[in-house]
Each structure stands twice: as C-alpha cells, then as structure tokens.
T-cell receptor, first 110, second 115 residues
Framework: GENVEQHPSTLSVQEGDSAVIKCTYSDSASNYFPWYKQELGKRPQLIIDIRSNVGEKKDQRIAVTLNKTAKHFSLHITETQPEDSAVYFCAASTGNQFYFGTGTSLTVIP | DGGITQSPKYLFRKEGQNVTLSCEQNLNHDAMYWYRQDPGQGLRLIYYSQIVNDFQKGDIAEGYSVSREKKESFPLTVTSAQKNPTAFYLC??????????????FGPGTRLTVT
C-alpha cells in the first residue's frame, strides 16, 4: 500500500517568514494530493490540493508543488501570520483511499 | 460546519462496553470513511464505504465494526475487543471513490475516553 512520510514534525517560524513542509509518497499510482489544516480540537480542513497532471498550484499565500518523478510534494506558506499556527497534514490518494502523513505542527511566533 | 455531523462530541465509557459513534452527511456523497487520530500520529483509516451495504477494512479495523444501511449514515461501533480505544475519531465523506481528485470533508470528531 501507499506510504506517506512528512517532515518536519514541528516547525517554528517568525511572523512574516516562509514555511515549507515536505511529503514523500511511495505509490506511483497516487494522483491526488490534498493538504489539510487542523486547529486544536477541530476537524481537518482542506487548504489546497493538487492533481498529478499539474506541477504547481498557488492560492494567495499558499502554494503546493509536485514532483511526480521523485514522488514528493511540498506546501509553501509565505508571509506567515499567527493564525497560520496549526497542524498541517499532507495526503496522497489513488481514488479509493487517502493516506495521510503524520502531521507538522507549525508555530508562527509574533 | 454543516454537511457532515458527528455525535456526541465527547463520549465516556467504561472498559468492556461497546459504544457506537454516529456520523451523518447531507452532501449526497457516496463514499464515507472513519479515521482514528492519536497524538503525534496522522489519521489512520479504520473502515471505508463506497456504497450502501458495502464497506472495506482499513489499516486498523480490528476491534471496530461499521454498517452502511443508508447513504447518509455510517455509524462506527467500538467493541470491547479494541485494546486501546481512547482516541479522537473523525468521520469523512467524499463524492465517490471512482472520481479521483475530490476532497474529503471531515466531521467535527468525537473524542472517546474509555476508563
């Protein structure tokens, strides 16, 4: 089955700096890669996703890049703000199942 | 926060008792999922269902059971056979497992504590 690894497990940045979270996957059949943000005690919510026919996608301060050859994808948050502090999960999907990374706890220091 | 609901938000049970967690969605989604979340770990799949009256085991199905009698509902029973049931349980739904590239929507979660 698919194996998704996520790094780092914790990340602290100064407000205004950029944050990068990286994930690797093992199954070349995976073709959908969502990123979720989860605040403490709340449900995960989709913040951005990318399909395998696209190499990069951007939505305001958030961007995701995908390298199918190397089987890795990354989340980039620019101009970080304190409200970006949360746990971020990557996932890979072949369609019938979603496989999640172990999460990155991001802290933005004011 | 509408669309997919879970109840209750907090649940306390004594060891040895079975307990059922509710999950309902009004999004007309075919696929529904149950995940378990423990501190420092990602979401681990317990069961998923692609269609009414059909479901498949995920990575950690032992000690759990599900049913899918209605499209809108996918209850999870945590049985006394589950050795470490205390966790945060998340239900999710998506349009269809056959349509790749559509996100999962998560419910608010149920925090189960077994003592």
């Amino acid at each position: 089955g698919e194996n998704v690894e996520q790094h780092p497990s914790t990340l602290s940045v100064q407000e205004g700096d950029s944050a990068v979270i990286k994930c690797t996957y093992s199954d070349s059949a995976s073709n959908y890669f969502p990123w979720y943000k989860q605040e403490l005690g709340k449900r995960p919510q989709l913040i951005i996703d990318i399909r395998s026919n696209v190499g990069e996608k951007k939505d305001q301060r958030i961007a995701v890049t995908l390298n199918k050859t190397a089987k890795h994808f990354s989340l980039h948050i620019t101009e970080t703000q304190p409200e970006d502090s949360a746990v971020y999960f990557c996932a890979a999907s072949t369609g019938n199942q979603f496989y999640f990374g172990t999460g990155t706890s991001l802290t933005v220091i004011p | 926060d509408g669309g997919i609901t879970q109840s209750p938000k907090y649940l306390f049970r004594k060891e040895g008792q079975n307990v059922t967690l509710s999950c309902e969605q009004n999004l007309n989604h075919d696929a529904m999922y149950w995940y378990r979340q423990d501190p420092g770990q990602g979401l681990r799949l317990i069961y998923y269902s692609q269609i009414v009256n059909d479901f498949q085991k995920g990575d950690i199905a032992e000690g759990y059971s599900v049913s899918r009698e209605k499209k809108e509902s996918f209850p999870l029973t945590v049985t006394s056979a589950q050795k470490n049931p205390t966790a945060f349980y998340l239900c999710a739904s998506s349009i269809s497992v056959d349509r790749v590239g559509y996100e999962q929507y998560f419910g608010p979660g149920t925090r189960l504590t077994v003592t």
